[in-house]
T-cell receptor, first 114, second 114 residues
Framework: GAGVSQSPRYKVAKRGQDVALRCDPI?????LFWYQQALGQGPEFLTY????????KSGLPSDRFFAERPEGSVSTLKIQRTQQEDSAVYLC????????????FGSGTQLSVL | SQKIEQNSEALNIQEGKTATLTCNYT??????LQWYRQDPGRGPVFLLL?????KEKRKERLKVTFDTTLKQSLFHITASQPADSATYLC?????????????FGKGTHLIIQP
């Protein structure tokens, strides 16, 4: 596609539910990043993939957060047993190659945990 | 610990004037610094990148400066227009190589008044 696509656009979950957020990066982009953005804050790094390899997951806030990119294209961020503090916008970004500093972002998934 | 600071309050500028946004950082030695624009409900959009060995970079009405001694970047929009109203994010590379993603500031909300 022309840009990074994320779905769903909005997700409402009851506390304790599991959620899965999808990211379709720009075709051919090697690097993929997940960020979390709380209201009024800048994006905070969660995890990074180079093709299918998850090279950095230091930003994942707890073991309830899990990300995968099994075929090196589409990625899924899964949050288990959601908590209210997980409410945020989850942004996905991709870049063409390793070391390409310019990131292309999707519009994000706004997650609300009630 | 590493820290990025941007003007925390909204910046109101009259149309036609130059808007200047500030990004200060501590405990970083970034190889480069980037500026992004974010509109409500959208992901950040890349604007400019400036490397540590560059003092100034320009793109149309945008100008970025980078002072590694002061640990500061200034972002200027000349001849500002209401359409320039948005949140502007400063971002630095994690590791110096770019592959591990960016750390973002909280952003400055810029309002250009007609």
């Amino acid at each position: 596609g022309a840009g990074v696509s994320q779905s769903p656009r909005y997700k409402v979950a009851k506390r304790g539910q599991d959620v899965a957020l999808r990211c379709d990066p720009i075709s051919g982009h090697v690097s993929l990043f997940w960020y979390q953005q709380a209201l009024g804050q800048g994006p905070e790094f969660l995890t990074y993939f180079q093709n299918e390899a998850q090279l950095d997951k230091s930003g994942l806030p707890s073991d309830r957060f899990f990300a995968e990119r099994p075929e090196g294209s589409v990625s899924t961020l899964k949050i288990q047993r959601t908590q209210q503090e997980d409410s945020a916008v989850y942004l996905c970004a991709s870049s063409l190659e390793v070391g390409d500093e310019k990131l292309f972002f999707g519009s994000g998934t706004q997650l609300s945990v009630l | 610990s590493q820290k990025i600071e941007q003007n925390s309050e909204a910046l109101n500028i009259q149309e036609g004037k130059t808007a200047t946004l500030t990004c200060n950082y501590t405990n970083y030695s970034p190889a480069y610094l980037q500026w992004y624009r974010q509109d409500p409900g959208r992901g950040p959009v890349f604007l400019l990148l400036i490397r540590e060995n560059e003092k100034e970079k320009r793109k149309e009405r945008l100008k970025v400066t980078f002072d590694t001694t002061l640990k500061q970047s200034l972002f200027h929009i000349t001849a500002s227009q209401p359409a320039d109203s948005a949140t502007y994010l400063c971002a630095l590379d994690h590791s110096g190589g770019g592959a591990d993603g960016l750390t973002f500031g909280k952003g400055t909300h810029l309002i250009i008044q007609p």
